[in-house]
């Protein structure tokens, strides 16, 4: 038997000798699902599959690359090249790119992001004159996105009752006009936005059989990773190539589901066996990535959810430390906690910064870790956030570059048309929005005929139009015989862009210059990847690629740093050790979320995920206030801090370290006297309501079952300290209702109770989480 079947278990080997016909892997995190498509993917072309006829889809590039280098051991380098591998959004784009025409499209087409839509969304609001405080753009996009990816076209929007309706019970009466305008305007632009390089290649697909017959017949091997987090538009691109051969293999995880707020539908998993004839189905147990105890305390987890598959998981690898579960005062504090716990895990194992990540549930989190890292010099890397290439100067520059491919690109040329400045003001901008929407025409063509149309621009400003057109066109032409390189050389010098930074003279200009420098070198790297792989390397290719870049995709990997991302971003990945961050109630789960018993499951799979990628050790931290919206709040403790079994955690406490005289971790991890910390004085437990005031409605009796001792003879209902708590006190829980103390054990915050609650169920709380009243 050839090697690479040896690193395989059993169940993963039958899948990966399994050639042909429709099959799906549905198994928990960490059994090797990925692992699988790997071999699969090597072993189909070690039986002579040509990998030209093998589609991939993965859920970052990264990914895609990870899994070609790993495919190139197996069957070298040279072979693995040739496979279509990559996200949805990557492979399509370059599929669209050479049947644009088709679809009325230039085949230089640009690709919106969301920065741009989003941009172009808030100026079709302005003149459609609707309130900015009910048209959100972003969340307008949010419902425009949702429209795309369940293929609902402009047309047929208008033609669902349901929908028109939908959106004027919620205020927004014009969200139909708007999607039409959107549409349009990119179409004009010569512009796709990211749902449309699904909602286009489904088009494409539907509309031209002989183009679906072509692909069905190049991608006769389909292989997709992450398939709980596909939506309806990539279900029925997959449904439609795979359809002549049915060689489709899909993984999953139904439990890391966690896209359904972006349109994913876990149903595309839980109905595969009825797409397809024959389907065949395996099953992987056997979790490689994590010790016991992470893979225990996640089961206890994610077992609260009522709509999952049943599917077992364990694991032979050791049992690991406990996870540490750490309460700070804020979260400048909890920044501290990681950063130093980082240090001395960093020190004490002798390991690079990359065996850690900090995973949070919203992008604004990251300041306070990030400003806790770089005080103690620990090297990071961000993803997801503010990348390379969202920063400004580098849009500006990339805005150019789009512009000279594709002059109808409208939200590049909006960026730069006064950028440096050049005396076009907002209002004149805004006249050639209007006056390109009423003759049809971009508004770069519309700067070739200023004196032949009427417009209110006063000849001044017209002269400065034309100046920028002309140079604009002198670019084009230039690009006519250079590279992408002397072209973007070129852009920068001409347009006066970098010296238009250096005259802000701040250290920030200096970082802003070196950015821009930094991307002259993309593209030269570029040049050179793409003629080794004797692929194309003009400008337009370079543009597509950055703008589908993930950020794991470009940011440079000189040095290991420890990684900072979402939850939603590290969905696949591993890493030794892992620190949550903000496990609050309205945090994480997070207060948009906690309406339907489905939204908190999400989130509680989004746990599951985070939990999951963590090979030796898991870190939570919750902080007790935080600032959010510009308030400082008060925080309560995650409920899934509450539901983890157990047995698998510890609390590590910075008053037990200070009792036991440890000054370094009361000094070094909070940099503040423990005197003036007031932490430890406030009750761990949810807070509890204010007493009810006379005037308001009679407060509900409770009578004290028979034989039950009554603690306190205090109004209302108190918070519970953890000292307070006897055997035969009656207490209430937030969602178990009422219930007797049977037993108390423990000390600190391990003491638990085991508590019956009248629902008949007996349950062991841990108090520190139990937010228990009694009553
Ligand atoms: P996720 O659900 O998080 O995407 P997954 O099911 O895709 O996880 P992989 O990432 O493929 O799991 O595998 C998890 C880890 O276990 C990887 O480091 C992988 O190399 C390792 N692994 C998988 N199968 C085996 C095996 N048979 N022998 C040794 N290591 C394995
Ligand atoms: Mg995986």
Redesign the pocket.
């Known amino acids: 038997m050839s090697s690479y079947l040896d ?3 059993e169940a ?1 080997r039958e899948a990966v000798l399994q050639k042909e016909g429709p099959m799906i892997i549905i ?12 071999y699969r993917i090597a072993h189909l072309m070690k039986n002579g599959v040509d990998p030209f006829n093998i589609l991939s889809l993965t859920f970052t590039n990264k990914a895609a690359r990870e899994m070609k280098s790993r495919i190139a051991g197996v069957v070298g380098p040279s072979e693995a090249k040739n496979l279509w591998m990559g996200t949805f959004h990557s492979v399509f784009a370059r599929i669209l790119r050479s049947e644009a025409e088709k679809l009325g499209y230039p085949s230089n087409f640009t690709i919106y992001d969301t920065q741009d839509s989003v941009r172009l969304i808030s100026s079709i609001i302005k003149e459609l004159q609707l309130e900015k405080e009910k048209y959100k753009a972003k969340q307008v996009l949010g419902r425009i996105s949702q429209f795309k990816n369940s293929l609902i076209t402009v047309r047929a929007y208008y033609q669902n009752p349901e929908l028109i309706e939908a959106d004027k019970v919620s205020g927004r009466p014009k969200i139909g006009s708007i999607y039409k305008e959107y549409v349009d305007r990119c179409f004009k632009a010569g512009a796709m936005d990211f749902d449309d390089l699904l909602l286009r290649t489904n088009e494409l697909l539907t509309r031209f059989p002989e183009v679906l017959a072509k692909y069905q017949d190049r991608f006769r091997y389909i292989l997709v ?2 398939y709980q987090d596909t939506n309806h538009s990539q279900y029925l691109i997959v449904r439609a190539l795979a359809d002549r051969y049915q060689n489709i293999c899909v ?3 139904d439990s ?1 589901s966690i896209y359904a707020f972006r349109g994913a539908n876990i149903k595309n998993i839980l109905n595969f066996q009825k797409d397809y004839d024959d389907v065949k189905m395996f099953k ?1 147990e ?4 994590s010790s016991s105890t992470i893979v225990q305390a996640a089961n206890s987890v994610i077992d609260k959810n009522k709509t999952k598959l049943d599917k077992e998981i364990w694991t032979a690898n050791q049992e690991g430390e406990s996870i540490k579960i750490m309460r700070t005062f804020s979260e400048g504090d909890e920044g501290r906690f990681v950063a130093n716990s980082i240090f001395e895990n960093k020190m004490q194992q002798q390991l690079p910064n990359n065996s850690f990540t900090v995973l949070y549930r919203t992008n604004a989190q990251s300041r306070a870790i990030e400003d806790a890292l770089r005080k103690k010099n620990i090297k990071y890397k961000i993803y997801g956030g503010l990348s390379f290439y969202q920063r400004k100067e580098i849009k500006d520059t990339l805005a150019y570059l789009r512009l000279l491919v594709n002059p109808n690109d409208e939200e590049a040329l909006k960026r730069v048309i006064n950028y440096p400045a050049r005396g076009i003001g907002q209002t004149t901008v805004d006249r050639l929005v209007i006056a390109a929407n009423h003759y049809k025409i971009s508004i770069f063509e519309l700067l070739h005929q200023l004196d032949g149309l009427s417009i209110n621009i006063n000849s001044g400003i017209k002269a400065k139009l034309n100046n920028f057109r002309d140079m604009i066109r002198s670019f084009q032409i230039e690009a006519a015989s250079k590279n992408a390189f002397e072209v973007a050389d070129l852009v920068v010098k001409k347009t006066r862009l970098i010296r238009d930074i250096e005259s802000e003279g701040t250290p920030e200009a200096v970082s802003r210059v070196e950015n821009v420098q930094e991307l002259m070198n993309g593209i030269k790297d570029f040049i050179e990847e793409q003629h080794q792989k004797e692929e194309d390397a003009s400008l337009a290719y370079f543009l597509e690629d950055v703008a589908l870049a993930t950020d794991f995709d470009k940011d440079k990997e000189d040095v290991p740093r420890v990684s900072l991302m979402t939850i939603h971003l590290a ?4 890493f030794p050790y892992v620190y949550i961050v903000g496990l609050e109630e309205n945090l994480f789960p997070s207060a948009m979320s906690m309406n339907t018993r489905s939204e908190i499951e999400e989130e509680r799979r989004l746990f599951y ?1 985070a939990l ?2 963590a ?1 030796k050790q898991v870190y939570l931290s919750y902080a007790q206030s935080r600032y959010r919206w510009g308030k400082l709040i008060d925080c309560e403790p995650s409920r899934f801090l509450e539901e983890i079994d157990e047995k698998y955690i510890d609390f590590i406490s910075p008053k037990k370290e200070q009792a036991a005289g440890n000054k370094f971790i009361n000094k070094d991890i909070f940099g503040i006297p423990d005197e003036n910390r007031i932490r430890f004085k406030k009750p761990l437990v949810r807070k509890v309501e204010k007493p009810l005031k006379k005037t308001a409605a009679k407060p509900v009796q409770v009578k004290p079952a028979k034989n039950l001792k009554k603690l306190s003879d205090m109004q209302g209902s108190q918070n519970l300290f953890d000292h307070d708590l006897l055997q035969g006190n009656y207490v209430e829980h937030a969602k178990f209702g009422k219930g007797e103390v049977l037993s108390v054990e423990g000390t600190g915050n391990s003491k638990k109770a085991e508590i019956r609650f009248e629902s008949g169920d007996t349950k062991k709380l841990l108090l520190q989480f139990a937010k228990l009243k009694i009553i």
């Open positions: 690193e395989l278990n993963q198994a928990g995190a960490g059994s090797g699902k990925t692992r699988v498509l790997t990773d992450e993984v999953g995880d890391q992987l056997q979790n490689y990535r969905k696949g990945l591993e995920v999951t990628r090979q």
